[in-house]
């Protein structure tokens, strides 16, 4: 079964169905149900800050259920030095930069996302799921 780290974006468009990229996403996710699909705290921080400033209680209990189904990844320091190492070299944002180390860190196959940037340093490894052709 292929790993797959998902970027916290993908999950924001299927669950808050509002954006533009929505159907995509549902697509995709839909048709790579066999994929493992991986996550670290760093998701969970960021799909929940804007729910929790607006007390969308709903919404967070539906984001909490779909991430404790994910398999979840530990960032650890050998992460934040290869995130330096990342950033230094690509000009990534830190949190992208610790997306893709985790994922390089743990063997994951594939990182799903739709941030050129991120997908130009991850190289092979980059899926942008919005380009992708189902």
Same mark, same amino acid.
């Given at each position: 079964? *292929? *790993?797959?780290? $998902?970027?916290? &974006?993908?999950?924001?468009?299927?669950?808050?169905?509002?954006?533009? /990229?929505?159907?995509?996403?549902?697509?995709?996710?839909?048709?790579?149900?066999?994929?493992?699909? &991986?996550?670290?705290?760093? $998701? *969970?921080?960021?799909?929940? $800050?804007?729910?929790?400033?607006?007390? /969308?209680?709903?919404?967070?209990?539906?984001?909490?259920? !779909?991430?404790?189904? /994910?398999?979840?990844?530990?960032?650890?320091?050998?992460?934040?030095?290869?995130?330096?190492? !990342? *950033?230094?070299?690509?000009?990534?944002?830190?949190?992208?930069? !610790?997306?893709?180390?985790?994922?390089? /860190?743990?063997? &994951?196959?594939?990182?799903?996302?739709?941030?050129?940037?991120?997908?130009?340093?991850?190289?092979?490894?980059? $899926?942008?799921?919005?380009?992708?052709?189902?």
């Amino acid at each position: 079964m *292929r *790993r797959a780290y $998902v970027d916290s &974006c993908l999950f924001i468009y299927w669950v808050e169905r509002a954006a533009p /990229q929505t159907q995509a996403a549902q697509r995709w996710l839909e048709g790579n149900a066999d994929a493992n699909l &991986c996550i670290s705290p760093l $998701v *969970r921080m960021e799909i929940l $800050v804007k729910p929790m400033r607006l007390q /969308q209680l709903s919404l967070i209990q539906a984001y909490e259920t !779909l991430l404790e189904a /994910q398999t979840w990844l530990t960032i650890n320091d050998r992460i934040f030095a290869r995130a330096l190492a !990342l *950033r230094s070299r690509f000009g990534l944002k830190t949190p992208d930069a !610790l997306h893709l180390a985790t994922a390089q /860190q743990y063997g &994951c196959d594939e990182l799903w996302t739709n941030d050129s940037r991120l997908q130009s340093a991850a190289g092979s490894m980059a $899926v942008n799921v919005f380009e992708h052709k189902m």
